[in-house]
């Protein structure tokens, strides 16, 4: 006769699961995906929390399960891709790079809205320009 198996803390399951799920969401993030890459990521990541209750969640079906949903949530990075003419490496390089040069961008942004709501005005002889 099998003895039950001690149930698993779940906080710690979820905090895992997200770690390993962050890549996939920032990389659709910086791709600017189709909604349906969305889509797959979401229900993946609640397949994975889904399987995790059900009992053959034990010994090697753990890595099995994990390693399939995270390839179908790969395979779905991969066709929500916006451009099929460049490779899908150079579209996630791009967006990397947009995304953080466009940073200082919005800081600016932000800086002339606080500058704007103050009443601050530079001196006489002087102009407030934003250098992209």
């Given at each position: 006769?099998?003895?039950?198996?001690?149930p698993?803390?779940?906080l710690?399951?979820?905090?895992?699961?997200?770690?390993?799920?962050?890549?996939?969401?920032?990389?659709?993030?910086?791709?600017?995906?189709?909604?349906?890459g969305?889509?797959?990521?979401?229900?993946?990541?609640?397949?994975?929390?889904?399987?995790?209750?059900?009992?053959?969640?034990?010994?090697?079906?753990?890595?099995?399960?994990?390693?399939?949903?995270?390839?179908?949530?790969?395979?779905?990075?991969?066709?929500?891709?916006?451009?099929?003419?460049?490779?899908?490496?150079?579209?996630?390089?791009?967006?990397?790079?947009?995304?953080?040069?466009?940073?200082?961008?919005?800081?600016?942004?932000?800086?002339?809205?606080?500058?704007?709501?103050?009443?601050?005005?530079?001196?006489?002889?002087?102009?407030?320009?934003?250098?992209?």
């Amino acid at each position: 006769m099998q003895t039950p198996l001690k149930p698993r803390p779940h906080l710690l399951f979820v905090t895992a699961a997200i770690i390993g799920f962050v890549p996939i969401f920032f990389c659709l993030a910086v791709l600017r995906a189709q909604w349906y890459g969305w889509a797959t990521a979401v229900f993946c990541f609640a397949l994975l929390l889904h399987l995790r209750k059900k009992p053959f969640w034990h010994g090697w079906h753990i890595a099995l399960c994990f390693g399939g949903v995270y390839v179908v949530a790969l395979l779905g990075l991969y066709a929500a891709r916006p451009l099929w003419d460049v490779s899908f490496p150079a579209q996630i390089g791009s967006g990397v790079v947009r995304t953080f040069v466009g940073l200082p961008k919005e800081d600016q942004k932000l800086g002339m809205t606080l500058l704007a709501d103050t009443g601050w005005a530079p001196p006489e002889g002087y102009e407030l320009q934003i250098v992209l």
